[in-house]
């Protein structure tokens, strides 16, 4: 229910705290009414501007991670990798972020969430030097093992748990899954123009007869630039993201452990299938089999993200009407099939099309499977929610890239994309059978 006050009859007061229901009464009447319009189109009008801080980082991110995704195949074949040392690489990457995960989530009620996103965005500047300056395995892979580079389309890194729990500090709890929605298309969008841009450095090498290899190290100091942007703008969080643990609490995680082992052990299948086909290894797997370019790559992920990144905002709509657990499977279902047609189809535009036809439906579970996490289980154990749900997720997604970089090794037909449907499909029947009935207490307004 909103309550409408008008501020003008108010006599005057010191400032209120900057809470939901302040913010909300600002709409009527106050200064900053256009700007809160504004606002009301592209964020939910409960938002606050720590939300709005929290979406910009997250775009800034998702385009740092949607070049290196596609650059980073590329950049280290040319440096002499093979398959199955790009998956181990990729592997590092992604042990490497479910281990810090789990750090942060667990001890972010002590530490503060703005001073380890701090701590982040000093990582990955540190990170894009690394890849940058590095050219043998070993040294590349501590690295990768350390640092925050995402071969996925999907947010995979330490700054997941600590973003989602701030942002759900941010935002009305009924807006909860509207607000997820926005997040994953902010990350998503820029994601696919990060795709697109992955391309150009090596445009710009063949125009002007530079070094190919030169020039795609280029992009990972743009990605140390972003971390160095991303550390600006966290900077200037307030301390209302943050929460106090009741007393009552002893552990970052009671009340809601049964619940969210289970939604751990069932994200963590989902994530196995999705490690076949993160956004690197299908990079590499079109590489293989179709000779693509990384220009036309580029070109491919960019409407592949575009597509999951639109399709994210009906992900509130239907969820207010079938419930987030039915919108997380049969949304899933449909995408996973057409993830296998497409390791079956003979030529490049077939395969295409199938991936596109994917990509279309593939993500609008993500902001209802954010958000129904954090509906379920109380406030102070929100960031330890999101990181027992993620890190299981990040190590199983994890163990896929070596089997896959071997597949690739042995045939350039879409072993990885099978298995990923499979696993995805026995996932998506599995959620429904365990979780279909439980239904958070706002979702019927989520």
Known sequence: MEVRIDIRARAPEAAPRRTFSTVRMKHHGSPDKAMNARAGFLVPVSATPDA?????SRALRGFADGTVSV??????TAIGFTSSEIGAIIFGTLFGSATFTLGVGLTAHRIGRRRLLLGASILML????GFATLTTFWPLFVVAVIGTVNPSVGDVSLFLPIEQAALAESIAPR????????YNVAGAFAGALGALASGVPAAIAARHGWS???AQRGGFFMYSAIGLMTGLIYWKLTHAIETKASPDVV?????????????AALFSLDSMGGGFVIQSLLALWLF???NLSIQATGLLFFCMNLLGALSQFGSSWLAARIGRVNTMAYTHLPSNAFLILAALMPGVGSTIACLLARASISSMDVPARQSYVMAVVPPEERAAAASVTNVPRSLATALAPLPAGAMLDATTFGWPLVCAGVLKIIYDLLLLAQFRSVRPADEQIA
């Open 212 to 214: 190919t290899l030169a």
């Open 175 to 182: 807006e909860l899954t509207a607000m997820f929605s926005r």
């Open 288 to 290: 293989r089999r179709f």
């Open 71 to 76: 650059l980073l195949p590329s950049y280290l």
């Open 52 to 56: 709005m801080r929290l979406l910009a």
């Open 126 to 129: 540190a990170t894009g030097v």
């Open 251 to 263: 552990t970052p995680l009671t009340r809601s452990r049964a619940t969210v082992f289970k939604l």
